[in-house]
């Protein structure tokens, strides 16, 4: 048995390119979920929320899943303030939507897969480009481009930013930061402890993000 069990195909993507295309497969796919969790196989069931956003919205409209993992970062806020998205695809406030309908929500992304780690970021992407509208290259310059906010918020780094922003939002259950040494466990314990960014640095992150 497992606690939860997680659809993470994209929605609204053609099935060549491993995604679910349209409600009715959705659908299909969700019945097949329930059916695990009634059997006792699965505590729960949830997807992630990655695909054509209108469809994300009707799957939450539907609540056939009780999570989502939802995309949300400084540099493509969207999913939790619809319209501030950095010119890259505009999520329309999904985790609002999500927390609206009692789902839990996990923001995933959270660093840009990297691009919020320090100068350079990753040499490697992980994961890739998983939002049309950016690229890895292209979130790394704007990450670089917070470091004068971060030192005005008086903040450790572009990093710790990024981290609280994410806990300053409403309707976030738990967030999936990843870190490959204890240094970063250190430093996400100790950016934790300081808690969400009020609501003024808020504010100027989105202003940064329009």
């Excluded at 969700?30 to 992630?48: N, P, W």
């Excluded at 939790?80 to 505009?90: M, P």
């Amino acid at each position: 048995r497992v606690d939860l069990l997680q659809l993470h195909n994209p929605l609204g993507v053609a099935a060549p390119d491993g995604g679910l295309p349209d409600d009715a497969r959705v659908e299909e796919v969700a019945g097949v979920m329930r059916g695990l969790v009634a059997e006792g196989l699965a505590g729960h069931a949830g997807f992630t929320g990655l695909g054509e956003p209108a469809l994300l919205h009707r799957v939450i409209g539907a609540r056939r899943f009780e999570t989502v993992q939802s995309y949300f970062n400084v540099l493509n806020p969207s999913s939790g303030f619809g319209g501030v998205s950095g010119g890259a695809l505009d999520f329309g406030g999904l985790i609002d939507a999500a927390a609206g309908a009692g789902m839990g929500v996990i923001a995933i992304r959270v660093m840009a897969a990297g691009a919020l780690g320090g100068p350079g970021g990753r040499a490697t992407p992980f994961g890739g480009d998983i939002v049309p509208g950016s690229s890895y290259a292209g979130d790394v310059e704007r990450s670089e481009a917070l470091t004068s906010l971060s030192r005005e918020l008086g903040l450790e780094s572009v990093t710790e930013l990024g981290f609280r922003f994410v806990l300053a939002k409403s309707g976030v259950s738990t967030s999936l930061i990843g870190f490959s040494d204890v240094d970063q466990l250190e430093k996400a314990l100790r950016w934790a402890e300081r808690g969400p960014l009020p609501e003024d640095a808020v504010r100027r992150v989105l202003n940064s993000a329009q």
